[in-house]
């Protein structure tokens, strides 16, 4: 079974930064795309980011092009989410989610929260 645990997320002001880390437990890492979704107040989970095994393939929500970057050290078993120019909208628990593919459900972390204020 695959584990994965977010880390970074907390209350940061409006224009502010913040990284989201997601670890996996498990060596076959490099094998999954992985995804950043999040899940605002009353709203269904949404795709904010996602990135192939390799690295090379990238897709932005257009709500954050520009502002979030994803990434991913497959030597460390860890994606990463930089956020910045946060904007009161990008409130949300943010969820890793590790897939084989757009059809794959995967495998999920318990979320992590990002709260941003004016």
């Known amino acids: 079974q695959v584990q994965l645990v977010e880390s970074g997320g907390g209350l940061v002001q409006a224009g502010g930064s913040l990284r989201l880390t997601c670890t996996a437990s498990?060596?076959?890492?490099?094998?999954?795309?992985m995804v950043w979704f999040r899940q605002g107040p009353g709203n269904e989970r949404n795709l904010v980011a996602a990135i192939s095994w390799s690295g090379n393939s990238t897709v932005y929500a257009d709500s954050v092009k520009g502002r979030f970057t994803i990434s991913r050290d497959n030597s460390k078993n860890t994606m990463y989410l930089q956020m910045n120019n946060l904007k009161l909208e990008d409130t949300a628990a943010y969820y890793c989610n590790a897939r084989r593919g757009r059809n794959d459900f995967g495998f999920w972390g318990q979320g992590t929260q990002v709260t941003v204020s004016s």
């Open positions: 498990t060596p076959t890492f490099s094998t999954y795309d």
